[in-house]
């Protein structure tokens, strides 16, 4: 992605009034679209520009495997149903209460399991980029929370380069062409369809890629 995105969000941003000394910025999106390189690259920038800026994933917020597997679900991991939403809804809460410092879980890729408490955002952190998949899902629970941003994004790009993507994560992990479009098409591509037609309105729409 280009810089013209990030300044638009920057711009956007500096609009925003803190509440309770903090902004929250929900960035959201099809798995695939680059959020993670997004929120990243745009901390960076706010960090570099003077904010004090961290990120907080949804991802962080994965039911572990042992879970998924009691109620069948590991197959659909990465589905709005394999998430811990009640504590994720906590943490949004919390974030925007803004009274104490607030422990923040990481999902380790690697070994596919959260770690705990992997960093603590204090109340001197000005903004806060809470990146996941269903931010923006015209449903329970996620749309209970969405007062509670003040800047909503929504990352998004045609379904033939999201397919792509996907299927290129698993042949990154070792699958063959085959095993690696089966899983990128059981899972993947129908939670990616989800978030396209099933999110509500954003304050900002940012379309990446070109279809084939």
């Not at 925003?16 to 679209?33: D, F, H, T, Y």
């Not at 992990?173 to 059981?186: I, P, R």
Request: glycine share 6%; net charge negative; hydrophobic share 35%.
């Amino acid at each position: 992605m280009s810089h013209g995105p990030l300044t638009d969000v920057l711009d956007a941003i500096d609009t925003c009034e803190p509440r309770n000394g903090r902004r929250l910025i929900a960035i959201a999106g099809p798995p695939g679209v680059g959020k993670s390189t997004f929120s990243n690259r745009l901390c960076s920038m706010l960090n570099s520009s003077g904010h004090s800026c961290a990120i907080a994933q949804m991802d962080g917020f994965h039911l572990d495997n042992e879970t998924l597997d009691q109620n069948g679900l590991r197959e659909r991991k990465g589905a709005p149903e394999t998430f811990d939403t009640g504590s994720f809804a906590n943490l949004v809460k919390r974030l925007r209460k803004n009274d104490r410092a607030v422990p923040v879980p990481l999902f380790d890729r690697d070994s596919d399991s959260v770690r705990q408490d992997s960093q603590l955002i204090q109340p001197t952190c000005e903004t806060v980029l809470i990146e996941g998949n269903y931010l923006l899902l015209d449903s329970p629970p996620w749309k209970p929370l969405s007062d509670l941003y003040d800047l909503k994004l929504l990352l998004t790009a045609p379904i033939s380069v999201l397919k792509k993507r996907l299927t290129e994560r698993w042949l990154e992990q070792g699958y063959s062409q085959v095993d690696a479009q089966f899983k990128a098409a059981q899972n993947d591509i129908p939670n990616a369809e989800n978030v396209i037609k099933n999110s509500h309105a954003a304050d900002l729409v940012i379309t990446s890629g070109n279809p084939e």
